[in-house]
């Protein structure tokens, strides 16, 4: 079956970095676009960036752009979000997603998240 296995989240100061990752099994992973989602405390799924299957093709929410960078190695079956200039909005359980955001919102699989908290 499909797995999404995210890691690398931790606490990080204002400004600093983290890499998480995403590790897939159970599908082909280079066939398929992929999306970074987050939800804050209290609020709902945002949408946050997302890669075409060969990953030639990004995209980002404003309030990221210029601090993500999203990539996948098709090789190693595993997605990325490089996060730099992080600050404490970015405070998030971070998700990775298989392929679109359907029309009732979900995803056709998604992982357990990785939490990035960004505090002082």
């Known amino acids: 079956q499909v797995q999404l296995v995210e890691s690398g989240g931790g606490l990080v100061q204002p400004g600093g970095s983290l890499r998480p990752s995403c590790a897939s099994s159970?599908?082909?992973?280079?066939?398929?676009?992929m999306t970074w989602v987050r939800q804050a405390p209290g609020k709902g799924l945002e949408w946050v960036s997302d890669?075409?299957?060969?990953?030639?093709?990004?995209s980002y929410t404003d309030s990221v752009k210029g601090r993500f960078t999203i990539s996948r190695d098709n090789a190693k079956n595993t997605l990325y979000l490089q996060m730099k200039s992080l600050k404490p909005e970015d405070t998030a359980v971070y998700y990775c997603?298989?392929?679109?955001?359907?029309?009732?919102?979900?995803?056709?699989?998604r992982g357990q998240g990785t939490q990035v908290t960004v505090s002082s």
């Open positions: 159970g599908f082909t992973f280079s066939s398929y676009r």
């Open positions: 997603a298989k392929g679109i955001q359907r029309s009732d919102g979900s995803y056709s699989a």
């Open positions: 890669i075409n299957s060969s990953g030639t093709s990004t």
